[in-house]
């Protein structure tokens, strides 16, 4: 990897790994359009005090300033952890393109499990959902982070 540049996946999981020496649970998060990066975060909600500072919240509300839209429509989010319902929603709002997803989330998660939030016939939005890109890095540094804190 020397010498070339990150893909958007691996911008997120460099964010994530950010968040983990933070104190912060490790996800980052990425949004790019036709290829050009709009925004790169990670999770703040202990920095913030701030329960919504998740990743993807924090890319989404950057990347729409950069944009000047209220629409992400052809913008494609990278982010290590399966989004949970709060960021589904916003998503859905934001009307981005299509997610990219690392290790799955069964206990919080919202778009291949819990609520499942875009299979709902009541979600006005359905983005493509790719999921397990670099799921096993992403998981590693999960469960790294919160065994060192039990």
């Given amino acids: 990897m020397s ?3 990150l893909t958007p996946i691996e911008m997120a999981l460099k964010l994530a790994e950010d968040a983990a020496v933070a104190g912060e649970a490790p996800v980052g998060a990425v949004i790019v359009e036709d290829g050009r990066v709009l925004a790169a975060e990670r999770n703040r909600m202990a920095e913030r005090a701030d329960p919504t ?3 993807e919240m924090l890319a989404i509300r950057a990347a729409l300033a950069v944009r000047g839209t209220g629409r992400l429509d052809g ?15 916003a998503i859905a709002h934001a009307r981005l393109r299509r997610v990219y997803y690392g290790a799955e989330d069964a206990k919080a998660g919202a778009v291949d499990n819990g609520v499942r939030l875009f299979s709902s016939p009541n979600c006005h939005h359905h983005p493509e959902v790719i999921g397990g890109l670099e799921a096993t890095r992403s998981a590693e540094l999960l469960k790294r982070f919160f065994r060192e804190r039990r």
Avoid: F
């Fill in 75 to 89: 913008c494609d989010l990278y982010v290590t952890l399966e989004p949970c319902a709060m960021c589904a929603g």
């Fill in 3 to 5: 010498g070339s540049l």
């Fill in 53 to 55: 500072a998740h990743a």
